[in-house]
């Protein structure tokens, strides 16, 4: 549904998108993700026509977001970053509006507008001028423009920006609803809320590419590696030595977050290979005579994962 090969945005001297690639299958929930500065943004307006790549390209619903834009940008419900809402009008006045702004014929978008503010929990306030509400109602309201026309995609930047804790899980109830259903690119800064909506994730930093796949592969290193907890009767240092001539061993470090026995000591060890270093790993400790008590995989959240892989890829790149 979503294609992007080689995306590339220039400004000036600056490179805000770096040869960007990846894909978005229909009806899959995309979490977008990065730093501040990463390329977020620009990426999602490029997508939604806002402005055209310096090189590379993007197709949404099989038509090219700069050769056919018009179609491509019929295909999309946007919401971005900051709301664009005509503060003077009703919220059904400017839903049905914005559904004409869309081409839809008068009892069309009325029809419309009714839908959505059911959906995003407005109906009541059909009636109120936009610039009486609070942030997080007007939040719906672009949420519910975005939702005018049910578009097969939806490019959804900070949806859930300044709602309160119910409505947040409203909100993501809703989009949780849309799997199978539409396409959805929903950049958040909630890592958790992805993590629990999102059946993909795609990480950028400095407009590079640094991880994509579903939340639970990136959490166990991508298929690549594995973080185990370690607790053995022996001192570190004695562990530490047999734990560096191991192969499949990538790093050790004592985990002070996890208090042991007296004469017992803890540490955290990557591993690459999979289960089999972790037999690999416990054999060798049986082998070497060292009181084994725990040798356990440690699951990472999607924090720790995002973490360390902007902040790796930023080092590597400085270095």
């Known amino acids: 549904m979503i294609e992007v090969r080689q995306l590339t945005k220039r400004y000036g001297d600056t490179v805000a998108v770096d040869r960007l690639d990846f894909t978005v299958d229909e009806g899959e929930i995309l979490g977008f993700l990065g730093p501040n500065g990463a390329g977020k943004t620009t990426t999602m307006r490029i997508l939604t026509g806002y402005f055209p790549p310096t090189s590379g390209t993007a197709t949404i619903a099989g038509?090219?977001?700069?050769?056919?834009?018009?179609?491509?940008?019929?295909?999309?419900?946007?919401?971005?970053?900051?709301?664009?809402?005509?503060?003077?009008?009703?919220?059904?006045?400017?839903?049905?509006?914005?559904?004409?702004?869309?081409?839809?014929?008068?009892?069309s978008a009325a029809r419309e507008a009714e839908r959505v503010m059911e959906l995003?929990?407005?109906?009541?306030?059909?009636?109120?001028?936009?610039?009486?509400?609070?942030k997080g109602y007007r939040q719906r309201v672009g949420l519910a423009q975005a939702l005018l026309g049910d578009p097969p995609v939806l490019i959804l930047d900070e949806p859930t920006i300044g709602l309160d804790p119910r409505q947040i899980v409203e909100i993501r109830n809703l989009i949780k609803g849309f799997a199978g259903k539409k396409t959805v690119v929903l950049s958040s800064h909630i890592l958790p809320e992805v993590a629990a909506t999102c059946s993909k994730v795609v990480i950028i930093n400095r407009g590079r590419l640094v991880a994509q796949g579903p939340p639970e592969m990136l959490a166990a290193g991508q298929?690549?590696?594995?973080?185990?907890?370690?607790?053995?009767?022996?001192?570190?240092?004695?562990?530490?030595?047999?734990?560096?001539?191991?192969?499949?061993?990538?790093?050790?470090?004592?985990?002070?977050s996890r208090r042991v026995a007296q004469g017992a000591c803890a540490l955290r060890v990557e591993v690459t290979g999979g289960d089999q270093a972790q037999v690999e790993l416990a054999r060798a400790l049986v082998e070497a005579g060292v009181g084994l008590l725990e040798l356990t995989p440690v699951s990472l959240s999607l924090e720790e994962v995002f973490v360390h892989l902007t902040t790796s890829d930023t080092a590597s790149q400085e270095a």
């Open 63 to 107: 038509f090219d977001v700069v050769e056919q834009s018009r179609q491509a940008r019929a295909a999309v419900g946007y919401l971005p970053e900051s709301v664009p809402l005509y503060h003077d009008m009703r919220v059904g006045e400017y839903l049905r509006f914005v559904g004409g702004a869309k081409g839809l014929e008068r009892p």
């Open 120 to 134: 995003t929990g407005i109906t009541a306030r059909r009636g109120q001028l936009i610039k009486q509400l609070s």
């Open 223 to 256: 298929g690549q590696g594995r973080s185990l907890r370690l607790v053995c009767m022996a001192e570190v240092a004695q562990v530490e030595k047999l734990l560096a001539e191991l192969p499949a061993v990538a790093s050790c470090a004592p985990d002070a």
